[in-house]
């Protein structure tokens, strides 16, 4: 199985990077162009290869990732439209706000077309991807296309409509985990610890909690009330947050990140 990436931004070096890691893919059989010359660089250090054009790297590759920023997809999929054989070959898609009609529209009706959006975690193994495909994307290559995703963290499939929610809570939202962290950290600070020290204590407990909510059959409220003693200081502090506004504000941040999105 061979990988072309048309678009070497953050994201792709991200999810390069987690199939790297992972093992999933030999960098040799995972081929990159931009219209930046830094994929150059990027091939480089990482051992994939560069490809001299998109035509080339459509022609090289089984399944193509289009990365590109949404103002430059369209030129893109008309450049390589003629390279994409529906018998050999599967788009898979992380440009925002581009629906698989659209895809389909201009890379071709028949061709296999997976729709992703995934997060910059898939880095380190810990990502999460929302996933739709089209009626053409069945069995082992719908397989296959899908485990890309799953080797670098969690797939959720979900209907294009909710790709805007998605898309806060799960790719805007390490923004808001790191501001609270940096906001503990500081807490920290405050009270006399470094913020070296502050914000690994902070980070820890952050993913240690994000651990158990995962692995428990109890919603965070109920883990909630078994950190809380009566009377305690945790419930104090859980208090004075809330009369802050704390649920309120991630709400609002959560409102207004999907207001956004829903703009482009």
């Given at each position: 199985?061979?990988?072309?990436f048309?678009g070497?931004?953050g994201?792709?070096?991200?999810?390069?990077?987690g199939?790297?890691?992972?093992?999933?893919?030999?960098?040799?059989?995972?081929?990159?162009?931009?219209?930046h010359?830094?994929?150059k660089?990027?091939?480089?250090k990482?051992g994939?290869?560069?490809?001299?054009?998109?035509?080339?790297?459509?022609?090289?590759?089984?399944?193509?990732?289009?990365?590109?920023?949404?103002?430059?997809?369209?030129?893109?999929l008309?450049?390589?439209?003629?390279?994409l054989?529906?018998?050999?070959?599967?788009l898979i898609?992380?440009?925002?706000?581009?629906?698989l009609?659209?895809?389909?529209?201009?890379?071709?009706?028949?061709?296999?077309?997976l729709?992703t959006?995934?997060?910059?975690n898939?880095?380190?193994l810990?990502?999460m991807?929302?996933?739709?495909?089209?009626?053409?994307?069945?069995?082992?290559i719908?397989k296959t296309?899908?485990?890309?995703?799953?080797?670098?963290?969690?797939?959720?499939?979900?209907?294009?409509?909710d790709?805007?929610?998605?898309s806060?809570l799960?790719g805007s939202?390490?923004a808001?985990?790191?501001?609270?962290?940096?906001?503990?950290?500081?807490?920290?600070?405050k009270?006399?610890?470094?913020?070296?020290?502050?914000?690994?204590i902070?980070?820890?407990?952050?993913?240690?909690?994000?651990e158990?909510?995962?692995?428990?059959?109890?919603?965070?409220?109920a883990?909630i009330d078994?950190?809380?003693s009566?009377?305690g200081?945790?419930?104090?502090?859980?208090?004075?947050?809330?009369?802050h506004?704390?649920?309120?504000?991630?709400?609002?941040?959560?409102?207004?990140?999907?207001?956004?999105?829903n703009?482009?």
């Amino acid at each position: 199985m061979k990988i072309g990436f048309i678009g070497v931004g953050g994201m792709a070096q991200a999810i390069i990077t987690g199939l790297l890691k992972r093992g999933a893919v030999p960098a040799t059989d995972i081929f990159v162009h931009s219209a930046h010359e830094t994929y150059k660089t990027f091939a480089e250090k990482t051992g994939v290869i560069a490809a001299v054009d998109n035509k080339t790297l459509v022609t090289q590759s089984d399944y193509v990732v289009l990365a590109v920023t949404p103002n430059a997809a369209v030129d893109v999929l008309h450049e390589i439209e003629p390279v994409l054989s529906a018998k050999t070959k599967v788009l898979i898609s992380i440009v925002a706000g581009l629906s698989l009609n659209r895809l389909e529209e201009l890379a071709g009706y028949d061709l296999p077309i997976l729709r992703t959006l995934p997060n910059l975690n898939v880095a380190i193994l810990a990502g999460m991807t929302a996933i739709h495909g089209n009626d053409q994307l069945t069995g082992e290559i719908k397989k296959t296309a899908v485990g890309l995703f799953d080797a670098i963290g969690s797939t959720t499939v979900l209907p294009e409509d909710d790709f805007a929610t998605f898309s806060a809570l799960a790719g805007s939202s390490p923004a808001y985990v790191y501001f609270f962290i940096d906001a503990l950290s500081r807490a920290g600070v405050k009270y006399g610890l470094t913020k070296a020290q502050a914000t690994q204590i902070a980070a820890q407990a952050v993913k240690g909690s994000a651990e158990m909510v995962l692995s428990s059959d109890d919603n965070p409220f109920a883990l909630i009330d078994q950190v809380s003693s009566p009377g305690g200081s945790t419930v104090a502090g859980l208090l004075a947050m809330e009369e802050h506004g704390f649920m309120t504000s991630v709400v609002k941040g959560i409102d207004a990140t999907i207001a956004k999105n829903n703009e482009e």
